[in-house]
């Protein structure tokens, strides 16, 4: 439940973020298929891996729980900006054969600002936003424009194993919030094989997505008085995973796996903006509205592991992403689950992020140049680093079944990009703005927090 680093967590599709997932569970999967080879397993009774889990599976034949209920709540804050309360349940029916149905309703209410895409200055800055509100920002601060949203989500899975070697799951979900509708469905198959030692999965699915801009859709790289229409704009995600885990000894799991995704319709931000410079490369009072190319094709790669030492379990993982954007990414990831008594356990986490700019990423336009096919300053789409410090607690309320977890996550993240001194060689590329009297951020660091309270229980 974690928003992604980089913006404000609003739009992230049900799609990617369900097979994005499913990438790690792999993991999860053999642990399941060897349970009786590694000691204490940690996998949770549905299908999901989770290292905040302390609960082993509940057996599926047993006449005692046939039903799971997994409740959290997330409070999300990025100082100064988005502010995020995101309350979410699951009830889940456990069936004799090993059969599961769930269904998970969310709801995320998003208030704060977001940054327009118009670079800081040393004085005040006023603006026309696209949609014709104006907007003053002070001086040396990144502009920003006031939202408010609310975003409903219902997912339903329902997961069957065939004779413990073939396990398929179908998922189908549906959102909605202000300005942004989206439907889709998941499809999965695990096969266990060499002696259910190995899983083999593979994945696929589709997202049928509408983009509907307050106030209409506007021209890109105009001031945004061209409208182009009122109606809702088509965008479509087709998605795709392969991956492979092993049991390699009685204590480790290790697990990798590739995804590709096509994105194809409205793909632009219809609230973000670019600043025009003048002739000396100051920014003027200018804005045009952004513009991004209508597909875009996504890989990454996963390697996650999973060490189960004498009595702690020590998770880790390494993801490359690259897209037809220019955008690369790599991202490692470590967990440290402690058990401690009473079952209870503490779980440090540790969090790099690292990513390069896209193709077509400039601060601002030159006043009177010719205008690109496509440009973009949205932060989220340039030179960014991430590192994120966290905990989590879990432990069984009163010595009884259920389970309450406890996360507490701080992330710090910066750009690349800064103006005023440019001796050190801050900023290099188009659209820099020329040097001024100090020196302003165009990308500034960023705190931001969030707290996870989780309760499951069997019953």
């Given at each position: 439940m974690?928003?992604?680093?980089?913006?404000?967590?609003?739009?992230?599709?049900?799609?990617?973020?369900?097979?994005?997932?499913?990438?790690?569970?792999?993991?999860?999967?053999?642990?399941?298929?060897?349970?009786?080879?590694?000691?204490?397993?940690t996998?949770?009774?549905?299908?999901?891996?989770?290292?905040?889990?302390?609960?082993?599976?509940?057996?599926?034949?047993?006449?005692?729980?046939?039903?799971?209920?997994?409740?959290?709540?997330?409070?999300?804050?990025?100082?100064?900006?988005?502010?995020?309360?995101?309350?979410?349940?699951?009830?889940t029916?456990?069936?004799?054969?090993?059969?599961?149905?769930?269904?998970?309703?969310?709801?995320?209410?998003?208030t704060?600002?977001?940054?327009?895409?118009?670079?800081?200055?040393t004085?005040?800055?006023?603006?026309?936003?696209p949609?014709?509100?104006?907007?003053?920002?002070t001086?040396?601060?990144v502009?920003?424009?006031?939202?408010?949203?609310?975003?409903?989500?219902?997912?339903?899975?329902?997961?069957?194993?065939?004779?413990?070697?073939?396990?398929?799951?179908?998922?189908?979900?549906?959102?909605?919030?202000?300005?942004?509708?989206?439907?889709?469905?998941?499809?999965k198959?695990?096969?266990?094989?060499?002696?259910?030692?190995?899983?083999v999965?593979?994945?696929?699915?589709y997202?049928?997505?509408?983009?509907?801009?307050?106030?209409?859709?506007?021209?890109?790289?105009?001031?945004?008085?061209?409208?182009?229409?009122?109606?809702?704009?088509?965008?479509?995600?087709?998605?795709?995973?392969?991956?492979?885990?092993?049991?390699?000894?009685?204590?480790?799991l290790?697990?990798?796996?590739?995804?590709?995704?096509?994105?194809?319709?409205?793909?632009?931000?219809?609230y973000?903006?670019?600043?025009?410079?003048d002739t000396?490369?100051?920014?003027?009072?200018?804005?045009?509205?952004?513009?991004?190319?209508?597909?875009?094709?996504?890989?990454?790669?996963?390697?996650?592991?999973?060490?189960?030492?004498?009595?702690?379990?020590?998770?880790?993982?390494?993801?490359?992403?690259?897209?037809?954007?220019?955008?690369?990414?790599?991202?490692?990831?470590?967990?440290?689950?402690?058990?401690l008594?009473?079952?209870?356990?503490?779980?440090?986490?540790?969090?790099?992020?690292?990513?390069?700019?896209?193709?077509?990423?400039?601060?601002?336009?030159?006043?009177?140049?010719?205008?690109?096919?496509?440009a973009?300053?949205?932060?989220?789409?340039?030179?960014?680093r991430?590192?994120?410090?966290?905990?989590?607690?879990g432990?069984?309320?009163?010595?009884?079944?259920?389970?309450?977890?406890?996360?507490?996550?701080?992330?710090?993240?910066?750009?690349?990009?800064?103006?005023?001194?440019?001796?050190?060689?801050?900023?290099?590329?188009?659209?820099?703005?020329?040097?001024?009297?100090?020196?302003?951020?165009?990308?500034?660091?960023?705190?931001?927090?969030?707290i996870?309270?989780?309760?499951?229980?069997?019953?």
């Amino acid at each position: 439940m974690t928003p992604p680093p980089g913006g404000t967590p609003r739009r992230v599709s049900a799609l990617r973020a369900r097979l994005g997932a499913a990438a790690c569970l792999l993991v999860a999967a053999g642990a399941r298929s060897a349970a009786a080879q590694i000691p204490d397993s940690t996998t949770t009774p549905d299908t999901s891996w989770n290292p905040d889990s302390t609960r082993a599976p509940v057996a599926a034949s047993s006449p005692s729980y046939r039903w799971q209920f997994d409740g959290a709540g997330l409070l999300y804050s990025e100082k100064g900006r988005a502010k995020v309360i995101e309350p979410q349940a699951r009830i889940t029916r456990l069936f004799p054969d090993g059969q599961t149905l769930s269904a998970t309703l969310g709801l995320d209410v998003i208030t704060g600002a977001s940054p327009t895409g118009a670079i800081p200055t040393t004085t005040v800055q006023t603006t026309t936003t696209p949609s014709g509100n104006v907007q003053t920002a002070t001086a040396n601060e990144v502009p920003t424009h006031p939202f408010n949203d609310l975003r409903e989500g219902l997912d339903l899975e329902w997961t069957k194993p065939f004779g413990g070697w073939l396990t398929p799951s179908l998922g189908t979900h549906f959102s909605r919030e202000k300005d942004y509708r989206s439907v889709g469905g998941t499809a999965k198959l695990s096969v266990a094989m060499m002696r259910k030692l190995t899983t083999v999965t593979v994945g696929a699915g589709y997202n049928e997505d509408r983009v509907d801009p307050v106030g209409g859709t506007r021209a890109p790289l105009a001031d945004g008085s061209v409208l182009l229409g009122t109606g809702a704009n088509p965008k479509r995600v087709r998605s795709a995973l392969a991956g492979v885990s092993r049991v390699l000894t009685r204590r480790w799991l290790f697990g990798v796996t590739g995804s590709r995704s096509t994105e194809h319709g409205y793909l632009t931000d219809p609230y973000k903006v670019i600043s025009v410079l003048d002739t000396t490369g100051a920014p003027t009072s200018d804005v045009v509205t952004e513009s991004r190319p209508t597909s875009r094709t996504r890989y990454d790669v996963l390697a996650s592991s999973v060490y189960h030492l004498t009595q702690n379990i020590l998770y880790a993982s390494y993801r490359y992403y690259w897209d037809d954007w220019g955008v690369t990414s790599h991202t490692a990831d470590a967990r440290y689950r402690v058990e401690l008594s009473n079952q209870s356990f503490f779980q440090p986490h540790i969090r790099y992020y690292f990513q390069t700019r896209a193709n077509f990423f400039q601060f601002g336009l030159p006043q009177g140049a010719p205008l690109p096919e496509f440009a973009t300053s949205d932060a989220r789409l340039g030179d960014l680093r991430t590192i994120t410090l966290g905990a989590t607690y879990g432990f069984h309320p009163h010595a009884g079944p259920g389970e309450v977890t406890l996360r507490a996550e701080y992330l710090r993240q910066w750009g690349k990009g800064s103006g005023g001194d440019q001796d050190g060689g801050e900023f290099e590329g188009e659209g820099a703005p020329a040097a001024s009297s100090g020196r302003i951020d165009f990308i500034p660091p960023e705190s931001i927090g969030s707290i996870v309270v989780g309760y499951s229980i069997p019953f």
